[in-house]
């Protein structure tokens, strides 16, 4: 009888490399906790690859963008998480940005229905001691099984905090103060909308951020640090009168229609779902206490009437230090039968938890074929990646990490800062297309994949 997989966590990287590994005719036993009477701190449904905070995958474009070069790979690479993005994508500029739940609804449909998966609704509390194993629990990962995985790394799991940004009914939205546009009108121009403030406004609001009553810390949480990358808004406001205006609330490229001039700060909201009716406030991540949110941020022109779909939290987030414990095939060193894929890695964002975990997949999916599979070029986005996971970062200060340039190997020789990203995309297009031309067949992209596959080769020859 042939090997079965266990998958442990039904989130973005776990059902990605559930759908990798199916694919390539291997069975697979996810087992996912929500749907059997429990529930993460962040999650709200039983959905596979439910998106808990924002609804961006961020920029889709490939030629200027590691995100977005990581988004093509993945596609020349059959990934679910990118079929399922492209399939239920909403207007978001030069972003890809989803409807959430008929995201994660597609995610879920195509996993239940996959011959060679079975989905368990049930709880893993220890890493299994034998047995192909890839945990895929993400940042939210239960307390006996975190503690299971520091008994077997040695090492206790790192942490830190990620805040998660209010949604707002579009229909409560004064849109006779906001108005809808894209910065320097990319995508269509009418992408987000956006709530303008005078300075008086915004130096208002920046204190009341200060003086708002926030989640208190218990104990144990003190010394956790947040993510860079998704930083509560009061703790921008902390570090700067000016923070914020150079960050999630930039006017720069922004007209007001009304004034035909930039406003001195703008709030900037995405569409959610595919009917429009629900907006996040984007980069509002925020540890304000519910009603000190709704007090607040009521108080931003054009929100004076705003009703919430989801206010703002706060979450721990758990995650090992990879470069010191997993092999480039993202392997515990000390126990090999298991594989580790997804934010629980240290990589952070969407897409790069999913990438991961397609990486994951295909590498068990090689090991049972009794073929190798190399990681991707380290100037592939692909395998910059996973090499800053498997050993590029340094483990002393090893930090959650997203996709970008700064990851790849350096440009040769002296660069105009204008070519340089497009040099970067350039190089990595030839390398991975190369590896993907070389890759042995049992483990090349499965029949709806061979176009794509000749595309990206044929691009980068």
Known sequence: MAETVHIIGGGLAGSEAAWQLAQAGVKVRVSEMRGGGEMTPAHQTDALAELVCSNSFRSDDAENNAVGLLHSEMRALGSLIMAAADAHRVPAGSALAVDRDGFAAAVTDRILSHPNIELVRERVNALPSSGLTIVATGPLTATKLAESIGAATGADALAFF??????????????????????WDKGDGHDYINCPMTKEQYLAFHQGL??????????????????????????????GVETLRYGPMKPVGLDDPRTGRWPYAVVQLRQDNALGTLWNMVGFQTKLKHAEQVRLFRTIPGLENAEFARLGGLHRNTFINSPQLLDRTLRLKKEPHIRFAGQITGCEGYVESAAIGLLAGRFVAAELAGAELSPPPAASALGALVGHITGGAE??????????????????GKVKKADRKALYTGRARAAFGEWLAALPAATKPAGEQTSQLADVVSVSG
């Open 162 to 183: 990620d805040a998660i940004a209010p949604i707002v009914y579009r229909d409560s939205i004064n849109m006779d103060v906001a108005w809808m546009a894209s910065r």
């Open 395 to 412: 483990a002393d200060n090893y930090q959650p990490m997203n996709v970008n340039f700064g990851l790849f190997p350096p440009i040769a």
């Open 210 to 239: 200060l003086e708002g009553e926030k989640t208190e810390f218990r104990e144990w949480e003190r010394n956790t640090p947040y993510f860079e990358g998704c930083m509560p808004i009061e703790v921008m406001a902390e570090r």
